[in-house]
C-alpha cells in the first residue's frame, strides 16, 4: 500500500483478528469496513476494481468462499475483475473456533470458478516473496492462508514464481506434493522416509491453480509414485488437480492426504493434525503404500 496507491482493503469487521486493523491506522481513506456483510464486501470491491482499484477483500476463509460463492463467481470470476480474496485459517488451521469455521472445501470452490488464480503460502518467506507478484497479477486471486506464524520452510529472502512450484528437498523414489502447512509435514515425513533409504522429491505448490504442470510431471515421472499433501478435502482440491494432470498426461502410482470427506470439530492443531491424518508419520505412511503397491503390480523402477 505504501507504493502503489491503487491498492484498497476491504474488511468485514474482522480487521483485529486478521491483522489489518494497522492498515486502518496508516491509510484510512484506502481501509473500508462494511461490517457483518461479506456478500457486500465482495460487490463493493468489484465494484472498486472497475474503478482501476486492486481491492484486498480479507477474511476467514468459509465467509471468504462458502458464503460468498454466488459474488465470487458472478462479481468476480465472471466480470473479470481484479480483485484478491484473502480467506484466513483454513481447514485444520481454524482450531477453536469449530467445524463450521473447518473450511476443507474453498480450493473447491474457487478452483472451479474460471479465471480465479488460487494460491496457499507456506510461511512468512513464501507470503513476502509472493505477495507482490499478487498485486501485478491482472485477475482474480483467492489466498488461503495460516493466520498465525508458520514453521519456516523457505530461507529469508528466498524468491519464488508465482506460476512455477518450487522443489524443497531433491529425490527419486517418491514425489510429496504439498501445498500450505502441509509442506512443513512433508519435508518431516521426508526425513521420516530418508531413514529407511527412501529418497522423497518434496514440492511446494503454492500455486493450485494454474497448476505448474510441467514442474509435477518432471517429478512424478523421475520417481514413479506420489502422494498429494493438502490441509483440504481430497476432493476438488489439490489432490484432484494432480490426479487429473497425472491421469491425462503421465498416470502413476498416487495417494491423497487430506481431509477424507469429514466435517470439522474443535481442536488444537497437534490434535486436529492427527485427527485428519495429516501429520508427517501418516504422510510417510501414504508413501510406503504407495511404493509397496508399485513393487507389487511391478511398477517400480
Known amino acids: 500500500m505504501s507504493t502503489d496507491s491503487r491498492i484498497v482493503v476491504v474488511n468485514a469487521d474482522l480487521a483485529n483478528a486478521n491483522g489489518t486493523a494497522a492498515l486502518q491506522v496508516k491509510y484510512p481513506d484506502r481501509f473500508f469496513n462494511v461490517g457483518v456483510q461479506e456478500a457486500n464486501m465482495a460487490s463493493f470491491a468489484a465494484g472498486m476494481a472497475t474503478y482501476g482499484y486492486i481491492p484486498f477483500i480479507v477474511t476467514f476463509a468459509p465467509f471468504a468462499t462458502r458464503r460468498i460463492a454466488d459474488q465470487l463467481m458472478v462479481s468476480i470470476a465472471y466480470a473479470g475483475t481484479n480483485v ?46 509472493l505477495l507482490p507478484q499478487i498485486v501485478a497479477y491482472d485477475g482474480p486471486v483467492y489466498m488461503r492462508m495460516y493466520r498465525k506464524l508458520a514453521p519456516v520452510v523457505h530461507r529469508a529472502g528466498t524468491v519464488l514464481n508465482l506460476m512455477r512450484a518450487e522443489i524443497v528437498r531433491s529425490g527419486r523414489d517418491v514425489s510429496l506434493i ?4 502441509e509442506v512443513q509435514q512433508a519435508l518431516q515425513a521426508a526425513e521420516l522416509l530418508a531413514h529407511e533409504g527412501i529418497e522423497a522429491d518434496v514440492l511446494d505448490v503454492h500455486t493450485i491453480k494454474p497448476l505448474d504442470t510441467e514442474t509435477i510431471l518432471a517429478s512424478v515421472t523421475k520417481t514413479g509414485a506420489a502422494v498429494t499433501c493438502e490441509n483440504h478435502n481430497i476432493m476438488g482440491g489439490l489432490g484432484s488437480a494432480v490426479a487429473e494432470l497425472t491421469a491425462e498426461k503421465h498416470p502413476v502410482r498416487l495417494g491423497r492426504i487430506g481431509s477424507q470427506d469429514r466435517l470439522g470439530q474443535v481442536g488444537k492443531l497437534p490434535f486436529l493434525l492427527e485427527e485428519y491424518r495429516l501429520s508427517a508419520p501418516h504422510i510417510a505412511a501414504k508413501a510406503r503404500e504407495v511404493l509397496s503397491l508399485n513393487a507389487f503390480t511391478g511398477s517400480a523402477h
Open 84 to 129: 484478491k480474496i484473502i480467506g484466513g485459517d483454513p481447514g485444520v488451521t481454524a482450531e477453536l473456533n469449530g467445524g463450521t469455521h473447518m473450511t476443507f472445501e474453498d480450493v473447491a470452490i474457487t478452483r472451479s470458478m474460471a479465471g480465479m488464480m488460487v494460491v496457499e503460502p507456506c510461511d512468512g518467506t513464501s507470503l513476502a516473496s
Open 178 to 181: 504439498a501445498s500450505g502447512i
